[in-house]
């Protein structure tokens, strides 16, 4: 690779838009993991009687256990959606830096 062409790939507009969106997905993944892993740690403090308590009164089954399901659950989606949203930005940057004699390196 030569200077020309970072300079080039670094002030294209595509490029740019990219960066800034992957940062944004990034920043708006991981508030989500933190939210809900901060619910779950509340569950040992302030939410204690909460997470302790059982679902129905026939279940021996409390709201922690079933919350922990949730979150397993709920961040496999999550990687599931980040994956997909990620494999398309990559997918359209990869043109753009074919264009610019990068060899699609990311």
Not at 67 to 84: C, R
């Amino acid at each position: 690779m030569t200077d020309t062409n970072n300079i080039d790939i670094a002030s294209n507009s595509d490029f740019i838009e990219y960066l800034k969106k992957k940062r944004m997905h990034r920043i708006v993944f991981s508030s989500i993991t933190l939210f809900l892993y901060a619910i779950f740690a509340f569950g040992y403090g302030p939410l204690y009687g909460l997470f302790i308590s059982e679902v129905s009164e026939q279940s021996q089954l409390n709201f922690a256990l079933l919350y922990f399901l949730f979150l397993v659950v709920a961040f496999f989606v999550l990687e599931l959606i980040y994956t997909k949203l990620a494999n398309g930005m990559e997918s359209n940057i990869r043109q753009v830096l074919y264009q610019a004699d990068h060899n699609n390196e990311l």
